[in-house]
Nanobody, 127 residues
Framework: QVQLVESGGGLVQAGGSLRLSCAAS????????MGWFRQAPGKEREFVAA????????YYADSVKGRFTISGDNAKNTVYLQMNSLKPEDTAVYYC????????????????????WGQGTQVTVSS
């Protein structure tokens, strides 16, 4: 069984920064990439950012471009999300995910491209 564990969430004032981390444990697996999604109260889960290990290509939602940076370590199946200039609308539970198939190549922004999910970490941005 593969487990993804997120950490680094918390409460921060608007304009502040947080760094989320996600590490895989359990059964060894190879992933094509990893990503971050978030879900705010009363809203659907939405894509935030993803990284494809081959070539290091990154993807971002328009709402976080220029403020968030995704990075990671392929060998360790670890991914990070540096979040700067946080806004109250960034408040959500943030989930990391890992993709084990090539579906990621054509659908990195879609939840169905990911096979493993973490339990989530809460990020709250106060105004």
């Amino acid at each position: 069984q593969v487990q993804l564990v997120e950490s680094g969430g918390g409460l921060v004032q608007a304009g502040g920064s947080l760094r989320l981390s996600c590490a895989a444990s359990g059964r060894t697996f190879s992933s094509y990439g990893m990503g971050w999604f978030r879900q705010a109260p009363g809203k659907e889960r939405e894509f935030v950012a993803a990284i494809r290990w081959s070539g290091g290509r990154t993807y971002y939602a328009d709402s976080v471009k220029g403020r968030f940076t995704i990075s990671g370590d392929n060998a360790k199946n670890t991914v990070y999300l540096q979040m700067n200039s946080l806004k109250p609308e960034d408040t959500a539970v943030y989930y990391c995910a890992a993709a084990k198939t090539r579906t990621l190549v054509v659908a990195a922004l879609e939840a169905y491209a990911y096979d493993y999910w973490g339990q989530g970490t809460q990020v709250t941005v106060s105004s």
